[in-house]
Each structure stands twice: as structure tokens, then as C-alpha cells.
């Protein structure tokens, strides 16, 4: 079986394609975590199948016992829905430079151009209006959406997906202040990324200072996020929406930071840490820590001065009966 798992009732049953609970297709494939919702789409003689981790009797439907029912689905997804290969054809009105390292399985769309001393490896898609820069290298079967900006000395390993409006390699935040103005530092650096990283629309990554700003393998960022000069991602950490990290930030590895968190400058985050939503961190966390708040600290203490702060309009008008009648007894 193509997801694995377990199946319960008809196997003969012909899975023609995926859907949501919500609204079943007959012949298709969902998941369930609610045992109420596959009961009801028993009820209602749905003609489906189920993916779910535990066995319920008595229902008639095909089920496909799965420990982790939302993976058997995305494996169930990825089968109907595999990704893009590439055409290898380069559109006419792309400017490919001489001087730059092409594979032939490469595709390349309207209006997009590749400078020179560029490396583009096998089964590259880049879609229209993407810039690649000078010296810049893209692993093998990675994937550009249309405007995308990949800067000069920048480096993208295999399996990559950058989505709208990425820009990786623009210059880093760097000025010095004088009383003629502020003066601005060279960024002369670069860009490192692992493989099998994701990019969400509208992102940017900047590039280091001098070095690299670097992020490793199977990192996921969601839309609108930054990151600055110098930082470093470990692998697996995931980012979510229009959260900002700046500049030698050091983020470990399976870090998971909810929306629009954060970072001072140079701080350093455990492995396997959790960043609530909306945190700021100001100073290091260490690993397996989940923090929340701001400036962020222990989550479970946050929740217990939220909580104090919800009882305060009852506290002050009890303070305020005390001091009338230690008033009115002088």
C-alpha cells in the first residue's frame, strides 16, 4: 500500500483520488482524528474511504488503520498530486548568460534570467520572471515559482522549493551612524541553504555581512518571514508567518516558532525549543524550553501571570475597600 497502515472492510475498494472529510467524493480517500466524524459519514452512506488509528465496529465503510492518520493522508496526496517535473525547455524570452552551467533537463520561464558563473543543476524548474545571480549555484530538482530573486553567491542544495516573491541574498541591515548620516556596511558575504528546504511567498533571507548566513537541511519557512545577516537555522526547524530573526541569531535544530515571533540580535535557541506565537525573545533559550510572552519566558509562567493579571481589577477594588476603611477607623 502506498501509505501503509492497516485495511479494515472492503480492499477491493478503488481509491480514485483524495477529499476532505467534510465533503466526501465517492470512490476518494480521507482521515479522520474524530471517531463522531467517520460514524456520521457511515450514516450518510458515504462511498469512501478513511484513514484513522483506531478500529470502530460496526462500521461498514473501508478504513486504513494508520498510527499517524494526517501522514497517511499527505502520502495519499503526494500520490495524486506529485510534483512537478521538469520540461527541460527554456522559454524564448529567457536570457540564459554564456558564461553560466545550464543542465539540459532545466526549465526555465517567460522572462527569467540566469547570469553569469551561475550553476543550475538537473531537473531545475525555474518559473517566469526569476533572477539567479552571479555565482550562484541550485541543486538538483529544486523549484523556483514565478518571481523569485536568488541573488549573486548563493548557495541551494537539492529538493528546494522557493515560492512567490522569495528573495534570498539581498544585502543585510548593516549601516554605522556618524553625525554626517549613516554610513553603509559592505555586505559581502553569502547565502547557504541545505536541501529540502522550503520557502513561503513573500520571504526574504539576507546575506551575511562577511561568511554566510545559513540554513540547513529540511528547514520549513512560511510566508513573510526574515531572516537577517549571519543567522543560522538548524535542520528541521520550522517558521511560521511574519516572524523575524536578526542578524547571528542562532536557532538550533526541530525548533518550532509559531507566527510573528521575535529574535534579538545574536541570540542563541536550544534544539527542540518552542517559540509561542508572538514571543519576543530577547535573551538565549535553552533546549526542549517552550516560551511564550514578551520579553519570552517559561511558558507555564506566563500562564500563571496572565491569569494574576485577570484577577486584578478585583484585587484593586478590594485594596481600595481597605484603605477607605482603615480611613474612616483613624
Avoid at 10 to 20: E, H, L, P, R
Avoid at 135 to 148: A, C, D, E, H, K
Avoid at 220 to 236: E, M, R, S, T, Y
Avoid at 272 to 294: E, N, P
Amino acid at each position: 500500500m502506498i501509505i501503509g497502515g492497516e485495511i479494515v472492510g472492503d480492499g477491493d475498494f478503488g481509491v480514485i483520488g483524495t477529499c476532505s472529510i467534510e465533503n466526501p467524493v465517492n470512490g476518494h480517500v480521507t482521515f479522520a482524528v474524530n471517531p463522531v466524524d467517520v460514524v456520521k459519514l457511515d450514516n450518510e452512506k458515504a462511498v469512501v474511504a478513511v484513514i484513522l488509528s483506531e478500529k470502530i465496529d460496526g462500521i461498514s465503510i473501508p478504513l486504513i488503520l494508520h498510527p499517524k492518520p494526517r501522514l497517511g493522508f499527505t502520502l495519499a496526496l503526494r500520490h495524486f498530486y506529485p510534483s512537478a517535473v521538469s520540461s527541460g525547455k527554456i522559454h524564448p524570452s529567457a536570457v540564459v548568460s554564456d558564461g553560466a552551467r545550464v543542465h539540459s533537463s532545466v526549465e526555465i520561464g517567460p522572462n527569467a534570467v540566469v547570469e553569469r558563473g551561475a550553476v543550475i543543476d538537473d531537473g531545475v524548474i525555474i518559473g517566469a520572471g526569476c533572477y539567479v545571480g552571479q555565482n550562484s549555484t541550485i541543486g538538483q530538482g529544486t523549484r523556483l515559482y514565478p518571481n523569485v530573486t536568488i541573488m549573486h553567491d548563493v548557495s541551494i542544495g537539492t529538493g528546494c522549493i522557493f515560492y512567490p516573491g522569495v528573495v534570498v541574498g539581498g544585502d543585510g541591515f548593516g549601516y554605522e551612524p556618524t553625525d554626517e548620516g549613516n554610513v553603509k556596511m559592505p555586505q559581502v558575504g553569502r547565502v547557504e541553504i541545505g536541501n529540502n528546504v522550503e520557502v513561503g511567498a513573500n520571504s526574504t533571507i539576507d546575506r551575511a555581512t562577511i561568511d554566510a548566513t545559513e540554513i540547513s537541511d529540511d528547514v520549513k519557512l512560511d510566508n513573510l518571514v526574515q531572516i537577517a545577516h549571519n543567522v543560522k537555522i538548524g535542520p528541521h526547524t520550522r517558521i511560521a508567518a511574519q516572524s523575524g530573526v536578526s542578524g547571528r541569531a542562532q536557532i538550533g535544530a526541530n525548533v518550532v516558532i509559531a507566527g510573528q515571533a521575535g529574535f534579538n540580535n545574536g541570540v542563541k535557541v536550544g534544539d527542540s525549543s518552542v517559540i509561542a506565537g508572538q514571543a519576543g525573545v530577547t535573551g538565549d533559550v535553552r533546549a526542549g524550553k517552550i516560551v511564550s510572552g514578551y520579553p519570552a519566558r517559561d511558558h507555564d509562567k506566563v500562564k500563571k501571570v496572565i491569569a494574576a493579571t485577570m484577577r486584578l481589577p478585583k484585587l484593586v477594588e478590594r485594596v481600595e475597600k481597605l484603605e477607605k476603611i482603615i480611613s474612616e477607623n483613624k
